[in-house]
């Protein structure tokens, strides 16, 4: 289970199966977090990972029950696609401190 967490508001959210990290030296600041999740959506390395994955596993096109729209809602920031989005691969960056 892939969770990810919002250390200014102290919530944990169950978004996935399946989840990889990317490392390196230092901080993301001066980003954003809107800056840095379209650095990840935007690598060319990186792109083709969720192209994989809708390959192996397909997305679908129906839009989420209510009970998911309004849990993306309570994510804030950590959720940054369109609230009634289908359920798709999607790019989160959990923040660790």
């Not at 169950?14 to 600041?29: A, I, P």
């Not at 840095?36 to 935007?42: C, D, G, V």
Request: glycine letters at 8%; proline letters at 8%; charged letters at 20%.
């Amino acid at each position: 289970m892939v969770e990810l967490n919002d250390p200014q508001e102290h919530g944990i959210y169950q978004v996935g199966f399946m989840g990889f990290s990317v490392h390196g030296s230092g901080y993301l600041f001066p980003w954003t977090y809107a800056e840095t999740l379209a650095k990840l959506r935007n690598h060319p390395v990186l792109s083709p990972i969720r192209d994989l994955c809708r390959t192996l596993w397909p997305a679908t096109s129906t839009v989420p029950r209510k009970e998911i729209i309004e849990g993306r809602r309570t994510m804030g920031k950590l959720w940054a696609e369109p609230l009634d989005a289908p359920l798709d691969w999607y790019w989160a960056i959990n923040e660790t401190y």
